[in-house]
């Protein structure tokens, strides 16, 4: 099951950034070299209770004029409406209900999306439960008082966003079939993709960035076999700014890479692979999810007997962080290798599914500790005592040391690698966990 998505839309000032901090706790802290960790905190992976959900913050609201606000505010709200599950709207109970409350909460309203009608700086229950009865008038139900800054009544609120996720039903076919997100960069022929696979004109295209204007799920059979393609398509306006833009399609690849099983980052030939892949590569690594880099437009290269290896390099170079990701060439306008694209998925998703038996882990483990020794530190010499698969979707590993301090990456890599030359895991990543065990317990 992908986890559901929470959206917070409100006004500028009203606490926002506050509530995303407090909900997100220390994940926002961290800082990795990751491309698609974004530093501009769009979204965050949460836990309440015993539900874990995706949280946006829909942001991108600077106070200029009531008129751009207001603008602004439908814009987020849209944003919303499409990619979240449940939404949280936040007000101020010290400004009081201002008119771009009321339009945003019609929108919100009319949508049918469950929404969490939230009043913020109530930071005195007795003080200002009055001021937040007047909250009721937006006609989105009851407001739930909280304070972000003192971090009073979030319990009570998350309790009301939890109870509209979806029950986990029992495992239907719909759950068996392969899920595949198409992302990537404005224009680069994701829809064009997902038409010549459908062979129908199903998603809108036209030569202006951003003109696709909802994720799709396609429904394809291919030899007997049935896939869901989630089109990311992402962008609602075509003259917002390049940061609106930008923001759009990273929540809308965020929200399509976490329902999906494989992902398909195109990229366009023509342009090269950017930071921007990248970045939209690293939400999908980040995920553990398995991944194809798909190259397209390449009937539009010319090409020498070098051009390929060239172009992989490039694509390697970029995308360092993932050197798992399989490559594909293709083309959407001619079909070339489309096709080819179906049994790649498959190989795919059987490695991201592959289970190792712990014995023979132990075995790969045991020679390469032999071939190489762990690392030591003021004399004391790391030991590896155990390695077993925990889970899958990705494959995922514990080992057991002596000490974790001294567990280098760069040796964890080492194991990873070796673990790799004897199954391949061809196009998804591995995660390793390390645990400490006493040597008497070992």
Known sequence: MSKPVVAIVGRPNVGKSTLFNVLAGEM????????????????????????????????????????IILSQMREQAQIAIDTADVIIFITDVRQGMVDADSKVADMLRRSGKPVVLTVNKVDNFDKFMPDVYEFYNLGIGDPSPISASSRLGIGDMLDRVIEYFPEHTGEG????????????????????????????????????????????????????????????????????????????????????????DVVLVVIDATQGVTEQDAKIAGIAHERGKGIIV????????????????????????????????????????????????????????????MRVATGVLNEIMTEAVAMQQPPSDKGKRLKLF???????????????????????????????????????????????FIRERKEKDS
């Open 294 to 353: 798909v190259v397209n437009k390449w009937d539009a290269i010319e090409k020498n007997d070098k051009t390929m290896r060239e172009y992989e390099n490039e694509v390697r170079r970029v995308l360092s962080f993932m050197p798992y990701a399989e490559i594909m060439y293709v083309s959407a306008e001619t079909g070339q290798r489309l096709n080819r694209l179906y049994d790649m998925i498959d190989m795919v998703i059987e490695n991201q599914t």
């Open 28 to 67: 926002i802290s961290i800082v990795k070299d990751t491309p698609g960790v974004t530093r501009d905190r769009i979204y965050a992976d949460v836990s309440w209770l015993d539900k874990e959900f995706t949280l946006i913050d829909t942001g991108g609201i600077e106070p200029e004029s009531n008129d």
């Open 173 to 260: 076919e719909e759950d068996e079939r392969p899920r595949v997100a198409i992302v990537g960069k404005p224009n680069v022929g994701k829809s064009s993709i997902i038409n010549k696979l459908l062979g129908e004109q199903r998603v809108i295209v036209s030569d202006i960035a951003g003109t696709t204007r909802d994720a799709i799920d396609t429904d394809i059979v291919h030899d007997g076999k049935e896939y869901v393609f989630i089109d990311t398509a992402g962008l609602r306006r075509k003259n917002k700014i390049k940061e609106e833009l930008e923001r759009y399609s990273i929540i809308r690849t965020v929200t399509a890479v976490e329902r999906a």
């Open 386 to 432: 155990y390695i077993t698969q925990v889970a899958v979707k990705p494959p995922s590993f514990v080992i057991f040391v002596n000490d974790k301090e001294l567990m280098h990456f760069s040796y964890t890599r080492y194991l990873e690698n070796k673990i790799r030359e004897a199954f391949g895991f061809r196009g998804t990543a591995l995660k390793f």
